[in-house]
């Protein structure tokens, strides 16, 4: 990419990312909307349950399925068991 595309595309990141940040700016708003009606926060316990153990959760359980449920044969799977190798042909021999 030459110097001219760069340029380019660094303006294009840049705009994009300044106006990114002027659009976002009344979500840092103090002052409170009408019609806002937000619930009671998450305790500590709650939000490391929502967001840490559910994936995990979550992460093991289709794990386990796709383990339990591999219809895959045992000579398709490439472990150190099933590695075949050929000795290899000698270059010509000598009599």
């Known amino acids: 990419m030459d110097k001219k595309n ?21 979500a840092f708003a103090l002052t409170r909307d009408d019609g ?5 926060g ?8 929502l967001y840490v153990v559910a994936p995990l959760v979550l992460f093991g359980v289709i794990a ?3 383990m339990v ?6 000579s398709h799977r ?3 068991r099933n590695i075949r190798t050929k000795p290899k042909a000698e270059a010509g021999s000598k009599a």
């Open 64 to 66: 386990g399925l796709v």
């Open 36 to 40: 806002d009606d937000p619930g009671s």
């Open 78 to 80: 490439v472990t150190t």
């Open 6 to 26: 760069a340029l380019r595309a660094g303006a294009l990141a840049a705009g994009t990312t300044l106006m990114m940040l002027l659009m976002s700016s009344p």
């Open 69 to 74: 449920l591999d219809k895959s044969h045992e």
């Open 42 to 49: 998450l305790s500590v316990v709650e939000t490391l349950g």
